[in-house]
């Protein structure tokens, strides 16, 4: 069965500092990867998103995340953290054939930015 | 470009009411679903349309259900509120069956 496993759900870092959300996810076949953000009693904006080819992913707002298919891992980084990036973080995975591509979602995240 | 649009913003109901959350989808997109987002529950997966039909169902009970239009616009009903249906209701388009999603800002039912 479909699962992805945020272990984090707290994090708060120092404004400036790197960051590294992780995810971990189970599918039985190739699985679509995304990562999404939420800020407070908004909708998810889409960050990034791995389909195939190069495993390292550039996404928007300055994050990239790493797919490694032995360790089933979707990590999200950033180098350098603004004070803008307090939100939710949302990793999710989605099947490549149409009749199974609901994405099923991470229990989220919760960054918060240290002055 | 329009984004996914969700109407009405904030609904407030009394338990045993019925609830119709709408949802225009991007033009181009056929498909479209639906996620609640509880507290403390994360978002989880309701149904999905496209072309019309439903094509998956989340494990909630019947009194959810819903419908797409030939516009692609759809609606979702839920009907015999419970208090613990009072959550952020997130809409969701893609232009084909997978690819990512662009969500809409939701709609939050409270139910009192």
């Known amino acids: 069965a479909q699962s992805v496993t945020q272990p984090d759900i707290h994090i708060t870092v120092s404004e400036g500092a790197s960051l590294e959300l992780r995810c971990n996810y189970s599918?039985?076949?190739?699985?679509?990867l995304f990562w999404y953000v939420q800020s407070p009693g908004q909708g998810l904006q889409l960050l990034l998103k791995y389909f195939s080819g190069d495993t390292l992913v550039q996404g928007i707002k300055g994050f990239e995340a790493e797919f490694k298919r032995s360790q089933s891992s979707f990590n999200l980084r950033k180098p350098s953290v603004h004070w803008s990036d307090a939100a939710e973080y949302f990793c999710a995975v989605g099947g490549i054939y149409s009749s199974a591509s609901k994405i099923i979602f991470g229990s989220g995240t919760r960054l918060s930015i240290r002055p | 470009e329009a984004g996914v649009t969700q109407s009405p913003t904030h609904l407030i109901k009394t338990r045993g009411q019925q609830a119709t959350l709408r949802c225009s989808p991007i033009?181009?997109?056929?498909?479209v679903y639906w996620y609640q987002q509880a507290l403390g529950l994360g978002l989880q997966f309701l149904l999905w349309?496209?072309?019309?039909?439903?094509?998956n169902r989340g494990n909630f009970p019947p009194r959810f259900s819903g419908r797409q239009f030939p516009n692609y616009s759809s609606e979702l009903n839920v009907n015999a509120l419970e208090l613990e249906d009072s959550a952020l209701y997130l809409c969701?388009?893609?232009?084909?069956?997978?690819?990512?999603?662009?969500f809409g800002s939701g709609t939050r039912l409270t139910v009192v």
């Open positions: 969701a388009s893609s232009p084909t069956g997978a690819g990512g999603y662009t």
């Open positions: 033009s181009g997109h056929t498909s």
């Open positions: 349309y496209d072309e019309g039909e439903e094509r």
């Open positions: 599918y039985g076949a190739t699985p679509y």
